[in-house]
């Protein structure tokens, strides 16, 4: 016979299952809208995935008079420093996932 217990443990696996963050996909995004955020948004970083989509856009208008080359530059270095850095941003988006369960 199945305990209570046994149940709400077997639900909360099946939500984090459902829920939990993937490194394919967060490099997927990375690799392809990563320039606009993207990863950062699926990870649950919103504030710097904003910084980062408002930063290209303001580059982007800045090309028209030669110094949105700079801001390129930077969401260059950032989205570099960003592949380094998914693999932990996935264990802490997990992370808070198994703890907003219990």
Do not use: E
Request: aromatic share 12%; glycine share 10%.
């Amino acid at each position: 016979m199945q305990q209570p217990n046994d149940t709400a443990a077997a639900q909360q696996m099946m939500r984090y299952d459902a829920n939990k963050k993937t490194a394919l996909i967060a490099y997927l995004l990375w690799f392809f809208a990563g320039y606009l955020g993207a990863h950062r948004f699926y990870l649950g970083r919103i504030v710097s995935g904003l910084i980062m989509l408002v930063l290209f856009l303001l580059s982007c208008v800045g090309m028209l008079i030669l110094v949105g080359f700079i801001g390129l530059a930077v969401i260059g270095l950032w989205w570099l420093i960003d592949g380094f850095l998914i693999p932990g941003m996935i264990s802490s988006a997990n992370n808070k996932l198994i703890n907003s369960l219990r």
